[in-house]
T-cell receptor, first 111, second 116 residues
């Protein structure tokens, strides 16, 4: 039972445009959400997070939006750069519990 | 060390053998996690330590898998009677806080296990 779902296995975006990665979750107890980025042969690295008390968190080119009623969050990257090409994992946790990851979305930034 | 260190980086073994994978977390991080990542999948939770004790081991697939963290720092994931389906990248992560909030997981580069 996938509690965190990333339904798009891959996404291609032109350099300079906006990349939007989507994530849905099923567990209403989740109250903390994270995005991780992973390059080949490396471990995932933390990108940005959001608490359920917020609906938006911004950090430079990265913004995460949370829609609790729809159990949906998205990561916006603008402008997209070649170095953003990677696999992006959405993750979530309930208070003091383990962090559950989605299957990931591979982002390709096209020159 | 500066980051989470995992050894070995690659391990090839035969079906039925015993394997140990080691994780050295960031100094001072009290929480330590083990995840397993198969091809095309996201990291799958295995076990989480808070200090020396396993706070949640609900992700361990069966009793062939066991993990320890005797002194609250280095952890070892042990797999007995390995099967071909155990082949995956085993990721270790540590964090400063017990779970989430402002803290996040810092991952090692993983140990790639191949069972022939």
């Amino acid at each position: 039972d996938q509690q965190v779902k990333q339904n798009s296995p891959s996404l291609s975006v032109q350099e300079g445009r906006i990349s939007i990665l989507n994530c849905d979750y099923t567990n209403s107890m989740f109250d903390y959400f994270l995005w991780y980025k992973k390059y080949p042969a490396e471990g995932p690295t933390f990108l940005i997070s959001i608490s359920s008390i917020k609906d938006k968190n911004e950090d430079g080119r990265f913004t995460v939006f949370l829609n609790k009623s729809a159990k949906h969050l998205s990561l916006h990257i603008v402008p997209s750069q070649p170095g953003d090409s990677a696999v992006y994992f959405c993750a979530a946790s309930a208070r003091d519990d383990k962090i559950i990851f989605g299957k990931g979305t591979r982002l390709h930034i096209l020159p | 060390g500066a980051g989470v260190s995992q050894t070995p980086s690659n391990k090839v073994t035969e079906k039925g053998k015993y394997v140990e994978l080691r994780c050295d977390p960031i100094s001072g991080h009290t929480a330590l996690y083990w995840y397993r990542q198969s091809l095309g999948q996201g990291p799958e939770f295995l076990i989480y330590f808070q200090g020396t004790g396993a706070a949640d081991d609900s992700g361990l697939p069966n009793d062939r898998f066991f993990a320890v963290r005797p002194e609250g720092s280095v952890s070892t994931l042990k797999i007995q009677r390995t099967e071909r389906g155990d082949s995956a990248v085993y990721l270790c992560a540590s964090s400063l806080t017990g779970g989430q909030g402002p803290g996040e997981l810092f991952f090692g580069e993983g140990s790639r296990l191949t069972v022939l």
